[in-house]
T-cell receptor
Framework: DVKVTQSSRYLVKRTGEKVFLECVQD?????MFWYRQDPGLGLRLIYF???????EKGDIPEGYSVSREKKERFSLILESASTNQTSMYLC?????????????FGPGTRLTVT | DAKTTQPNSMESNEEEPVHLPCNHS???????IHWYRQLPSQGPEYVIH???SNVNNRMASLAIAEDRKSSTLILHRATLRDAAVYYC???????????FGPGTSLSVIP
């Protein structure tokens, strides 16, 4: 079975801190994604990557950056955390061409910024 | 941009079939229809997806209207473990826009 793991289930950070969220998948998938999930808004795509060192903006990239140095690892970076970035963050991976393949999600990281 | 519309909530009796509808009247020819579900405190789980033809897998069936403006996820025999939020989303091959709406919260009554 595909496994997508995220570094933390719960995280509490202070405003202005730099925050790293790590995601690792074990199935050699090409594509990886970061979403945030907020009540009433569903999931929104922040960034995605279709190859090592490649990244593309999703719907809401402002305030975030990403890094993909190895195929299995995709990191989401909050350069200076703000309270409006308090949310559930979900990582996903997919074996290939967008739409044609399913996405596999991690368990999520609930980030609270105080 | 193509959007999906689903009922906010639905109820089903255990061991009965469930039909979860989704409207996507502005779907384009390159949009794949995906269904995911999310149990409390977990990440979404893939259920099924299709482009034009009806699809079946071990979890569910997906019925796609001929004009592709709507689709229906069919759970053949609901169990208590099927209680979740079900999301119908459209995914383009370019991934430049992914929309997960609020989904349908399915309750299964024993």
């Amino acid at each position: 079975d595909v496994k997508v793991t995220q570094s933390s289930r719960y995280l509490v950070k202070r405003t202005g801190e730099k925050v790293f969220l790590e995601c690792v998948q074990d199935m050699d998938h090409e594509n990886m994604f970061w979403y945030r999930q907020d009540p009433g808004l569903g999931l929104r795509l922040i960034y995605f990557s279709y190859d090592v060192k490649m990244k593309e903006k999703g719907d809401i990239p402002e305030g975030y950056s990403v890094s993909r140095e190895k195929k299995e690892r995709f990191s989401l970076i909050l350069e200076s955390a703000s309270t409006n970035q308090t949310s559930m963050y979900l990582c996903a991976s997919s074996p290939g061409k967008a739409g044609f393949y399913e996405q596999y999600f991690g368990p999520g990281t609930r980030l609270t910024v105080t | 941009d193509a959007k999906t519309t689903q009922p906010n909530s639905m109820e089903s009796n255990e061991e009965e079939p469930v039909h979860l509808p989704c409207n996507h009247s502005t779907i384009s020819g390159t949009d794949y229809i995906h269904w995911y579900r999310q149990l409390p405190s977990q990440g979404p789980e893939y259920v099924i997806h299709g482009l034009t033809s009806n699809v079946n897998n071990r979890m569910a069936s997906l019925a796609i209207a001929e004009d592709r403006k709507s689709s229906t996820l069919i759970l053949h025999r609901a169990t208590l473990r099927d209680a979740a939020v079900y999301y119908c989303i459209l995914l383009k091959t370019s991934y430049d826009k992914v929309i997960f709406g609020p989904g349908t919260s399915l309750s299964v009554i024993p």
